[in-house]
């Protein structure tokens, strides 16, 4: 029993040269990308701002556009961060899984008062 627990180890220390020859030799620095086009003019407005502020401990990352909070990144002090969205205009915000589409809710208004 005791000699496995040091055959294992000691098999994946063997196999790390394996692992570092397999990378090219002659790798070389991506180009830079190209300038973009005469006449091309970003629209500043379509580009998110970030406003980054701290709530308690955790720190907020709002992304916004027009003015409009569509997504917010918390990071707390001691953990993973994690993102909200925002489904529509009027609408809570809703945690987002991953990079996975999330699926959308149906709502329709029944009742007002």
């Known amino acids: 029993m005791l000699r496995k627990r040091f055959l294992i180890p000691l098999a994946l ?3 790390l ?25 970003s629209d500043s407005a379509l580009e998110p ?3 980054i502020t701290k ?11 027009n003015g409009q909070v569509y997504m917010m990144k ?3 002090p001691n953990g993973v961060p994690y993102y ?6 009027d ?8 990079p996975v589409d999330r699926y959308s809710m149906p ?3 029944i009742f007002r008062f």
């Open 13 to 15: 220390l063997a196999s």
């Open 17 to 41: 040269p394996a692992f570092a020859a397999t990378l090219p030799p002659d790798l070389e620095p991506l180009p830079e990308p190209p300038p973009a086009p005469e006449g091309y003019d």
């Open 49 to 51: 701002q970030v406003t």
């Open 55 to 65: 709530r308690g401990e955790d720190t907020v990352e709002e992304y916004s556009v």
């Open 74 to 76: 918390v990071t707390p």
């Open 84 to 89: 909200l969205s925002k489904d529509s205009i």
């Open 91 to 98: 609408g809570g915000w809703a945690p987002m899984d991953g």
């Open 107 to 109: 709502s329709w208004v």
